[in-house]
């Protein structure tokens, strides 16, 4: 079975300060996407952002940058200069049926809260 | 552009009532349509999801089932809900099968069922 694993349940941060949350997954496919989601308190899950398995490059959306380590299947986010409204819960996700179904699977999360 | 809505957004039922949750998706056509179960503030389940009308496809057996009536309208049932039927139920949707070429999920606010 194809599976996204995040090992760490709860994690802090100081505001400004830089944290990093992870995740690893198994495949046996070659080109795929993964995907970090947040969960704010709110409760709207919004994309964060995302790496095609392809590209060497790791993806970068402003603040927020993945180490992707694909020989290890280990996807995980940083976050740089953390700010208050970045607490939220972090999913990280992957088509964990294979590209052709269609569907995401998506880790347990990880609830991150950043401190004043 | 493209919006999601989710009703109702909290509900307290007895065991042994009827369920129906509604998804909603405007502003675009043919959309893959998914209800995802949270349990307990944790990680995503995906139960039902379908990629037209009238086709769904469970994912995990249950006591609950969906229904797609029209393109844009997902609906997730019970006829006697249980106990462990309660958690937050999340809507999505996707333009074509979400995580290949980089798609993603939209999400609905949720729907937080607490059943006594």
């Known amino acids: 079975a194809q599976t996204v694993t995040q090992s760490q349940p709860e994690m802090s941060v100081q505001e400004a300060e830089t944290v990093t949350l992870s995740c690893t997954y198994d495949?046996?496919?070659?080109?795929?996407?993964l995907f970090w989601y947040k969960q704010p308190p709110s409760r709207q899950m919004i994309l964060v952002i995302r790496?095609?398995?392809?590209?060497?490059q790791n993806a970068t959306e402003n603040r927020f940058s993945v180490n992707f380590q694909k020989a290890a299947k280990s996807f995980s986010l940083k976050i740089s200069d953390s700010q208050l409204g970045d607490t939220a819960m972090y999913f990280c996700?992957?088509?964990?049926?294979?590209?052709?179904?269609?569907?995401?699977?998506f880790g347990q999360g990880t609830i991150l809260t950043v401190h004043p | 552009s493209q919006t999601i809505h989710q009703w109702p957004a909290t509900l307290v039922q007895p065991v042994g009532s009827p369920l129906s949750l509604e998804c909603t998706v405007e502003?675009?056509?043919?959309?893959?349509l998914y209800w995802y179960r949270q349990a307990a503030g944790r990680g995503l389940q995906l139960l039902f999801y379908?990629?037209?009308?009238?086709?769904i496809s469970s994912e995990v057996p249950q006591n609950l089932s969906a229904s797609r009536p029209q393109d844009r309208q997902f609906i997730l049932s019970s006829k006697k809900l249980l106990l462990s039927d309660s958690g937050f139920y999340l809507c999505?949707?996707?333009?074509?099968?979400?995580?290949?070429?980089?798609?993603?999920?939209?999400f609905g606010e949720g729907s937080r069922l607490t059943v006594l």
């Open positions: 790496q095609e398995a392809y590209k060497q």
């Open positions: 999505a949707w996707s333009l074509g099968l979400a995580g290949a070429r980089g798609r993603e999920l939209f």
């Open positions: 495949t046996s496919e070659n080109n795929y996407y």
């Open positions: 502003g675009t056509s043919n959309p893959n």
């Open positions: 379908s990629v037209g009308i009238g086709q």
């Open positions: 996700a992957f088509p964990g049926g294979g590209t052709s179904y269609g569907k995401l699977t």
